[in-house]
């Protein structure tokens, strides 16, 4: 767990503080589906791998983790790549087997689910034409974790939460990086605008979904559920704002000040 925590604050200082204050065993569970996500994320994103390459790695690991319940083992897809995968991603075995053994039959076939989505984005070259194209995309990798979240909260204290407004959470917190990425992301060659949009209707887009994301978190009430998913969202409400003013990225005072404020 030490080193899951060490890997989980080196790829993502917005999530390392809510899942740091989430209680034993949903702790675990969350980082471990967190970082085995990020983990095929790296795949999808990586500069240097081509696209027949991660559609094999993708896939490969869709195959690994929709047959296993108990121990994945990717090491004979991934080790050949050692020297080219990020570490989060070649330890993707050690983080799957942090997962609380009764709530694996939860977490791998999510991981499974988008590793599979992602080969298929991949596939289509990020190709994304309408609003209708976005939704499918957002959800493949982020909707679908607001989705796996609702049952794991649902597994550890048997929190209820509309799965509708869940995958508008996650969605919500993808269309921020969106906006914020849209340099970058043209740089590589990848426009996750639909067609004729600019940043008004993203900014649009992203307010709606996250409008439906606080009502997401007001149901969840006194769970703890609510430690994990305020800190990102109201990150993912300042940032949009920021970025409809004119900027893009908030300091790191702004961050500790906003975080500070969920408490």
């Given at each position: ?103 694996r039959k939860v977490v791998y076939p999510y991981i499974a689910k ?150």
């Amino acid at each position: 767990m030490n080193e899951a925590m060490i890997m989980l604050k080196k790829t993502s200082r917005t999530f390392f503080i809510p899942i740091n204050r989430l209680e034993d065993g949903l702790r675990e569970a969350v980082t471990s589906a967190y970082l085995c996500m990020r983990a095929i994320d790296e795949i999808e994103d990586h500069e240097e791998l081509d696209n027949d390459l991660k559609v094999e790695l993708l896939e490969g690991v869709h195959d690994v983790f929709q047959s296993s319940t108990e121990s994945p083992d990717t090491k004979a897809l991934l080790s050949p790549h050692r020297d080219t995968l990020p570490d989060v991603t070649t330890q993707i075995d050690d983080w799957a087997i942090l997962c609380p053994p009764t709530v694996r039959k939860v977490v791998y076939p999510y991981i499974a689910k988008m590793s599979k989505q992602m080969a298929e984005w991949v596939n289509k070259s990020w190709t994304i034409s309408t609003e209708e194209d976005l939704d499918k995309y957002t959800y493949s990798v982020a909707g679908m974790v607001g989705e796996m979240l609702s049952d794991i909260w649902y597994w550890y204290d048997g929190t209820e939460s509309d799965r509708d407004k869940a995958v508008a959470f996650g969605r919500g917190l993808q269309a921020v990086n969106i906006l914020r990425n849209k340099s970058e992301d043209l740089e590589r060659g990848v426009d996750f605008f639909p067609d004729g949009w600019g940043k008004k209707e993203m900014i649009e887009y992203t307010r709606r979904n996250l409008k439906l994301a606080d009502a997401y978190i007001k149901e969840l009430k006194g769970s703890p559920a609510i430690k994990f998913c305020k800190i990102p969202l109201t990150l993912a409400h300042a940032t949009v704002n920021l970025i409809a003013a004119g900027g893009n990225k908030l300091t790191r005072d702004a961050v500790k000040k906003l975080v500070n404020g969920t408490n």
